[in-house]
């Protein structure tokens, strides 16, 4: 066996945030994401999983969702959580493998809207409302958290790239 203990480096951790009156972009804290998802037919789970955890419950598809929470999650609570969910569905641990970064403000709808198709206007994306979208070239999870706040959820490999595209993108409102 191995004294090689591998760690996790927060995806975000040499960037700091960048805001003004009109934009804010930040990093909130890499805590738990888990991906619930339920065979065909079942009945929407969300307000049965915003019952099981502190956070956010965040639409994906059909039958799919994730749990988000900034504080992680320890493997014990994660296995909990796994068994409470059989057998109407099952969860997946991507806490190491998403980032999610916010954005806030009266502006951060125009940014967003500068590198995605979405109609992120409050009466076609409210409060609430999540979508999967391209922004640019990546792949993002994206949610109306309140009046004038995004979250994004990407996958690790792209924050970086994904925090300097909506660094630029936000650049005029600084």
Not at 87 to 115: E, F, Y
Not at 118 to 126: I, Q, T
């Amino acid at each position: 066996m191995s004294d090689f203990r591998p760690f996790l480096r927060s995806a975000l951790v040499a960037k700091t945030t960048i805001g003004s009156a009109e934009v804010k972009l930040s990093a909130p804290p890499e805590g738990a994401v888990i991906h619930v998802l339920a065979p065909p037919g079942e009945q929407d789970l969300a307000s049965f999983l915003s019952g099981l955890v502190k956070g956010g419950v965040r639409t994906v598809s059909p039958g799919q969702w994730f749990i988000v929470g900034d504080v992680p999650m320890t493997q014990e609570n994660i296995k909990t959580l796994f068994e409470t969910l059989e057998p109407r569905a099952t969860g997946v641990d991507q806490s190491a493998g998403r980032v999610r970064i916010r954005i806030d403000g009266k502006q951060a709808g125009r940014v967003l809207s500068k590198g995605t198709a979405l109609d992120l206007s409050a009466d076609a994306f409210p409060v609430g409302r999540s979508a999967t979208t391209l922004i640019g070239h990546i792949a993002a999870h994206i949610t109306r958290i309140d009046t004038d706040s995004f979250e994004l959820m990407v996958l690790r490999s792209f924050a970086e790239c994904l925090w300097d595209d909506l660094t630029r993108m936000s650049a005029e409102y600084r």
